[in-house]
């Protein structure tokens, strides 16, 4: 097996981390997984950023649900992102709640669960504790950062900080900003958290119940913005659910209710109500090209030695083409050297996710073209 | 003014409405509102049936609001449906909640509001209803009936189940069926409501809450696929809410966010939480060809003499023209005389409402043209 023990270690330990907010926290505890060898010359090391309720469990099974890593169709031994030859790193990011610090973990002030007294955090801030794990690793360069989705903006927050650590990027189906349609969907899904009269105002941990109703309706309005009409319809089109015909009630009769119910049942089982509310307002914060008067190609002025890549995918409505091509013109306005590429699939959003011919063709030839003699692992 | 006192009729007094689920009301109160006057012939009747949460005020003012109409666009003395003109008749739906009856009316058998003891209705039952109020109002024949959205609903309904009574017909931005998209919003519209605590398994109105947090999300979702990303962008962009600056909390920072909590909120004090689940899923169940072994054209049989209008809205993805198109294949394979037009908006799904010459010059055009001399007011 490619997949190295479960790990996760602690940083700013002594020296808090400074938010983009102002606000600090220390310590941060990071869990994270790793697949392969670090190579003598350190510089075989892929990192990859996950999405808004992805995790760390990239190629290896999810502890709580016992399901295959959430991108095992792109990384392990022999795969696109081939862990006999990368030495591939998944870390949970902060905010969530799969091990990394979050609004769940204890706050060393009181003792007590975080809760909303856990400070805003943004992308960047993302970025920043990823920094400290790969120093804490020992790894001074990237040979590759990846990500889809929030990962993306991860890779293009990498791009915008710290481009000198950077041979590769790749973004993909993602966003150097969200939009007011992307806003307005968090916000939705934020309130019917906070509607859940067991939220308590986020103190939940401290009692018996979770807003577990409130989160799922949250899970099951973003599900549906991940994928697409043509899918929905491929997958579920008006069939009923083990019956006839319709019943005249509430139930679920059709086929896409029951799916929904089940996406959002089940989300509750391994997820945090506070982390969806921060992480979706990180996300909803980014505006990369604002700290940079409004020019996003500033934002990736020092990035010009990076080679990148940008992939998106035909019937994604949430980070469509367009907005990831505002991206690769940002990108060719910094001198950035970028390749784009537009994936046919009628799957929605979540087409990364998916086994995608097209996509493995492209993140192949782009990982295994050496940019320079010396970053080749 | 044009605007005739409100009325409201009572129907299915003697016999009940027997519905498509085989279950029956009895006695309907109709509560609607009339423009203009009968002519001698009676042969100047204009119906308009409202959408989802719509009401029977199409062209005078909100007793609960105080907005203007709904349609004051289109609707009054020398407009497109000249109340000087035509006799237009406004009803609200059954189901509904401002004056005919729907889950908060009292439940004869129990003197309680009937809650989740109403039947399930569905588009054709709006539909018996409105034919019970024409034969009540001694109208036969309707010079129009016109409706967008769930009004281009039962307007297909009418055009399915009574073409006799029809001369003109016109369906805006709607659909023959509800799609798996369609019917996954919702369905989470429905399971926001029903996870509200005050929602009380339907029987709020018996005790002082309301289910308003809940019925608010199902608003803030819905009010999302009546826009279109375009317009989110133009009206909000990232702009924010009477602040210089990000916040790094939780409050409405954004405009989009601001406005939507306003949406949400002020729809809970014009709309009951039950009629929303019983419209909703009337809407989820129409499906008008599965009637006539799947080939909508068969529905509309009858429909030859029947001139047709169909308009859809370029970036109206809730029921985009591809979905309107099919209506139109229908009628024509019907041999219905159908003209089709497909508006430029960026408005998305309630461009129907907005102002717009070019559906201001297609409805004039569509309305005055006579279709035979002798239905000609």
Same mark, same amino acid.
């Given at each position: 097996?490619? &997949?190295? #023990?479960? =790990?996760?270690? /602690? ?20 869990? @994270?997984?790793?697949? !392969?060898?670090? &190579? ?13 309720? *992805? ?9 709580? /649900? ?5 991108? /095992?169709?792109? $990384? ?9 030859? @990368? ?7 902060? !905010? ?5 610090? !979050? ?15 856990? #400070?805003?955090? /943004? ?24 990500? %889809? ?13 710290? #481009? ?84 005249? !009630? ?17 989300? $509750? ?23 940079? %008067? ?9 990035? %010009?030695?990076?080679? =990148? ?8 409505? +949430? @980070?469509?083409?367009?907005? &990831?091509?505002? =991206? ?6 910094? *001198?950035? #050297? ?9 799957? %929605? ?13 492209? +993140? ?14």
């Amino acid at each position: 097996m490619t &997949n190295n #023990p479960h =790990t996760s270690l /602690t940083v700013f330990e002594n020296e808090p981390l400074i938010l983009d907010s102002g606000q600090s926290i220390s310590p941060i505890d990071i869990a @994270y997984e790793t697949y !392969g060898t670090l &190579n003598a010359a350190r510089s075989n090391a892929v990192l990859i950023c996950h999405a808004l309720t *992805g995790d760390q469990y990239v190629a290896s099974s999810h502890p709580i /649900t016992g399901k295959p890593g959430w991108w /095992t169709n792109i $990384v392990g031994p022999g795969k696109i992102i081939d862990t006999d030859r @990368y030495f591939v790193v998944c870390s949970n990011v902060l !905010g969530s709640c799969m091990g990394t610090t !979050g609004p769940a973990s204890i706050n060393p002030e009181n003792g007590q669960p975080y809760g909303v007294d856990f #400070p805003v955090i /943004t992308i960047r801030d993302m970025v920043r504790v990823q920094m400290a794990l790969l120093d804490a690793l020992g790894i001074d360069r990237l040979y590759a950062v990846i990500g %889809g989705s929030m990962g993306g903006m991860q890779v293009l927050e990498w791009l915008a900080t710290a #481009p000198e650590r950077l041979d590769r990027a790749v973004v993909i189906a993602s966003s150097a900003r969200h939009t007011a349609q992307n806003i307005a969907f968090h916000e939705v899904g934020r309130q019917a958290v906070m509607a859940d009269p067991h939220w308590q105002g986020g103190a939940y941990l401290s009692g018996d119940a979770r807003p577990e109703k409130g989160l799922s309706v949250a899970r099951m309005t973003a599900h549906i913005t991940y994928l697409s009409e043509a899918a929905l319809t491929r997958k579920f089109g008006r069939n009923l659910q083990d019956r006839d015909d319709i019943t005249f !009630g509430f139930d679920a009769d059709f086929q896409v209710e029951s799916y929904l119910r089940h996406q959002g049942i089940s989300f $509750v089982d391994r997820f945090d109500a506070n982390s969806y509310l921060y992480i979706t307002r990180a996300m909803d914060y980014l505006d990369i090209a604002a700290r940079h %008067g409004g020019r996003l190609a500033d934002a990736f002025a020092g990035a %010009g030695h990076v080679k =990148t890549c940008v992939l998106a995918f035909t019937s994604d409505w +949430l @980070y469509p083409p367009e907005e &990831n091509k505002r =991206t690769v013109h940002a990108l060719n306005a910094a *001198g950035v #050297p970028v390749s784009y590429a537009v994936i046919e699939s009628d799957a %929605g959003h979540d087409s990364f996710l998916l086994k995608s011919q097209q996509m493995e063709d492209v +993140l192949a030839g782009f990982l295994s073209a050496p940019e320079r003699a010396e970053t080749a692992p």
